[in-house]
């Protein structure tokens, strides 16, 4: 693993050093470690829930306060979890960087209140309702304060819903086609606590290495990824990405203290 480690920093430097993009996919799994269920895992949610009556348009029109109170619970416990060592270690990875994209499968906030600051939500988030009818975006919280569930719009008393994806939607067209341009564009691509199992999502990595990127994964378990990728990690986000970040760290140093010698040299 401590090998694994070594080479993928050795690619996220190089990238650093030469000024160029890196982008990261990340899914279920890294939010895992900060308490928050996978959906696929054998104790994840749809082990305990069925998707088609809480995950799907028919479910959300046909039982609308159903949905809405298992999603008000979800978001309740999403509020309650904060963003762990491997958010913390990919959010500091893109301050290094010029530029580099965290795109997730998840719904949680957790990279942007770790400080990511180019976050592509593929599937929404948590922390906002949509009108229906006219489209109005409220504070979630303002939403499931309302007496009754589900939430009314206020501008036309339209239904509130969760603005997440849910089963049998496309996703959001701006954050498809940007998510694919900087997998297109990337140096590296780390692949991080995903099965890579739905798509487009797990188009990406596919994208990526068609664009001569370097694939990194970082997942306690094989996956589909993990036949194209160059660099396989094998562990927890929350273990892995801090060990990368300072390997990074130490190459940088490294190089900076490498060309401030030569230039000493070259001024005697």
């Excluded at 799907?56 to 109170?69: D, G, I, N, Q, Y």
């Excluded at 300072?246 to 490294?254: D, F, G, S, T, Y």
């Amino acid at each position: 693993m401590e090998t694994e480690i070594v080479d993928a920093a050795i690619v996220i430097s190089n990238t650093i050093i030469a000024k160029g993009y890196g982008a990261a996919l990340t899914g279920a799994g890294i939010s895992k470690e900060s308490g928050i269920p996978t959906f696929r895992d054998k104790d994840g949610l749809w082990s305990k829930f069925k998707p088609e009556e809480f995950a799907t348009p028919e479910a959300l029109f046909k039982h609308p306060k159903k949905v809405w109170e298992w999603y008000k619970g979800r978001y309740f416990d999403v509020l309650k979890a904060k963003p762990n060592k491997g958010h913390l270690a990919l959010a500091e990875l893109g301050s290094l960087l010029k530029l580099f994209f965290v795109i997730t499968q998840n719904i949680d906030r957790l990279h942007q209140r770790a400080g990511s600051r180019n976050v592509i939500e593929l599937h929404g988030n948590l922390f906002q309702a949509k009108c229906v009818d006219c489209g109005t975006i409220y504070p979630m919280d303002e939403a499931v304060k309302q007496d009754k569930m589900p939430p009314k719009c206020k501008r036309c008393g339209g239904m509130l819903r969760p603005n997440v994806v849910l089963f049998g939607e496309p996703l959001p067209e701006d954050a498809l086609d940007t998510a694919i341009e900087m997998a297109s564009r990337s140096y590296f691509f780390l692949v991080i606590g995903t099965s890579a199992l739905v798509y487009p999502a797990a188009s990406l990595p596919l994208i990526a290495k068609r664009n001569a990127s370097v694939i990194i994964e970082v997942n306690p378990e094989p996956t589909p990824v993990t036949e194209i990728a160059d660099i396989s990690i094998r562990g927890k986000a929350g273990e892995i990405l801090p060990k990368l970040v300072h390997e990074v760290k130490k190459l940088l140093k490294e190089d900076l203290e490498e060309n401030e010698e030569e230039n000493k040299k070259e001024d005697e």
